[in-house]
């Protein structure tokens, strides 16, 4: 089990399952928590992003 910061309140989050040739893509985390987990692409909407733009911004850059 790992341990880490959950934020205080709710935040708008966006993931992503992409399939193809019947694979998923996975990403390693890279921070707390879970960090080291495997998950499908994910993270926070940026102010004036919208879901779809935030969602195409996790699976291509993972920033």
């Given at each position: 089990m790992t341990t880490g910061k959950y934020p205080d309140g709710p935040r708008p989050a966006v993931g992503a399952v992409v399939f193809?040739?019947?694979a998923v893509l996975l990403v390693k985390r890279g921070k707390?928590?879970?960090h080291g987990m495997w998950a499908i692409p994910g993270g926070s909407v940026q102010l004036g992003e919208t879901l779809g733009?935030?969602?195409?911004?996790?699976?291509l850059f993972g920033k």
């Open positions: 193809k040739d019947n707390a928590p879970a733009q935030a969602a195409e911004r996790e699976i």
